[in-house]
């Protein structure tokens, strides 16, 4: 299967060593404090705080971790904060059991249970001045008695479902935005308040423009560009209903070329991956077909950049399309009343489709009609990212940490006052 890429091929370079124990103290006035990123879930999490993490061990006078319980999760962090800032004095630690995240990696989970990792981690993370997360379940350290530390949130994408804004977000002490959009909504819906929040833009943009590798060709002819991105969730996305059919539909399109590459959640269970690569077998011999359920191109943007045309539902991975604007099409295979809801506001950049019976003229339509999106597209791509022209995200966000904790600028990194 010569165009099917199963799972993440990992970084070239063997993991360095892992520290397992404190930094030693410095004789200072006050010990500083220690921050750490806590990346407990798949790989697509560390683009959206790595370098967040660099710039605030570079800049500001505060002992900051990177902690994982995969060690290749590890390699990779280092390898992005070495392109983003070469020498910065970040630290990386492996959490949990070694023996369990062994096990676990054999079995071919990405990363041990969250909430093991977490029991298992309790004590060392109670250590820490503050721990920022990607994502909300590991709040519940709370209840493993993790009291100490200001939990700390930066989310890992920046769509419009319902599960962004959930309530889990309320139990943080200070939450970063990426735009207006979340602004607005996250404090009409009472989750967030002024002091303890702060729009800082998207880092995953400047972390995977460094990750991506040279653009070497997919396809054997040159033609247009078709990504089918969706999601794993099984009420709100199309691959559960409709997904093969999708595939087919597209693969027998004339003149395109086509890449299916999911959200890595969808195929990261060992059992669905097997389900998957059998399922799509066949088309991945197609010449024009190139399939990837969950490697590092998966999650550095390379197809969302490439593409010419995205098909998908609910994922936040169209706005990262949206970079540019190009056509959309979506697949409405739960025959939602989404017209007015903001759960689907992005169903408003291309023509949505209840089924994929007619894909062709469906794909022609979204062509055809983009002059009409367009607008919309950028309008709602500069609502959801602030990113003002030099400036880097993962510094404002280091930055906004540094504000919230008082830091002092570093003395030997050219810290920003």
């Given at each position: 299967m010569p165009n099917m890429v199963l799972e993440s091929p990992g970084v070239d370079q063997k993991p360095g060593p892992v520290s397992r124990s404190p930094l030693a103290g410095r004789v200072d006035t006050q010990p500083r404090k220690r921050v750490a990123f806590l990346f407990n879930a798949q790989r697509h999490q560390l683009l959206h705080g790595v370098t967040s993490a660099v710039a605030l061990a570079r800049d500001w006078d505060a002992d900051v971790r990177i902690l994982s319980p995969n060690a290749e999760h590890l390699t990779y962090a280092r390898d992005l904060a070495e392109r983003y800032s070469p020498g910065s004095p970040l630290r990386f630690e492996e959490i949990g059991s070694p023996l369990l995240n062994l096990i676990c990696s054999a079995l071919g989970w990405t990363v041990p249970p969250k909430l093991l990792t977490l029991l298992l981690a309790s004590r060392g993370l109670s250590s820490y001045d503050a721990i920022v997360l990607p994502e909300r379940t590991s709040t519940i350290m709370?209840?493993?008695?993790?009291?100490?530390?200001?939990?700390?949130?930066?989310d890992h994408g920046a769509g419009d479902r319902a599960v962004g804004f959930d309530r889990r977000i309320r139990k943080f002490d200070f939450v970063m935005m990426p735009g207006d959009k979340h602004k607005r909504r996250l404090f009409a819906e009472k989750l967030v308040s002024h002091g303890r929040s702060a729009v800082t833009g998207y880092p995953k943009f400047e972390a995977a423009d460094l990750m991506r590798g040279d653009a070497t060709p997919i396809f054997p002819r040159t033609r247009p560009v078709i990504l089918y991105n969706p999601h794993f969730s099984a009420s709100l996305g199309s691959w559960h209903r409709h997904g093969m059919e999708i595939v087919r539909g597209l693969a027998a399109l004339s003149g395109f070329n086509l890449?299916?590459?999911?959200?890595?959640?969808?195929?990261?269970?060992?059992?669905?991956?097997?389900?998957?690569?059998?399922?799509?077998?066949?088309?991945?011999?197609?010449?024009?077909?190139?399939?990837?359920?969950?490697?590092?191109?998966?999650?550095?943007?390379?197809?969302?950049?490439?593409?010419?045309?995205?098909?998908?539902?609910?994922?936040?991975?169209?706005?990262?399309?949206?970079?540019?604007?190009?056509?959309?099409?979506?697949?409405?295979?739960?025959?939602?009343?989404?017209?007015?809801?903001?759960?689907?506001?992005?169903?408003?950049?291309?023509?949505?489709?209840?089924?994929?019976?007619?894909?062709?003229?469906?794909?022609?339509?979204?062509?055809?009609?983009?002059?009409?999106?367009?607008?919309?597209?950028?309008?709602?791509?500069?609502?959801?990212?602030?990113?003002?022209?030099?400036?880097?995200?993962?510094?404002?966000?280091?930055?906004?940490?540094?504000?919230?904790?008082?830091?002092?600028?570093?003395?030997?990194?050219?810290?920003?006052?």
């Open positions: 709370r209840w493993f008695g993790v009291k100490r530390p200001k939990l700390v949130h930066i890449i299916v590459a999911p959200h890595v959640r969808l195929f990261d269970n060992p059992h669905r991956r097997t389900e998957g690569t059998e399922a799509l077998a066949e088309i991945a011999r197609l010449p024009n077909v190139y399939i990837d359920l969950g490697s590092d191109r998966s999650v550095d943007m390379t197809y969302t950049s490439l593409a010419d045309i995205y098909v998908g539902d609910v994922s936040s991975q169209v706005y990262e399309f949206l970079r540019t604007p190009r056509p959309c099409l979506f697949v409405n295979s739960g025959r939602h009343r989404w017209q007015g809801d903001p759960n689907f506001a992005h169903w408003a950049f291309g023509p949505v489709i209840d089924s994929p019976n007619r894909i062709a003229d469906a794909i022609s339509d979204a062509i055809g009609s983009h002059p009409a999106y367009r607008n919309a597209q950028s309008r709602g791509f500069a609502e959801t990212f602030d990113l003002p022209p030099g400036t880097s995200s993962g510094a404002r966000v280091a930055e906004a940490i540094a504000r919230y904790m008082e830091l002092a600028p570093s003395r030997t990194a050219g810290g920003r006052p």
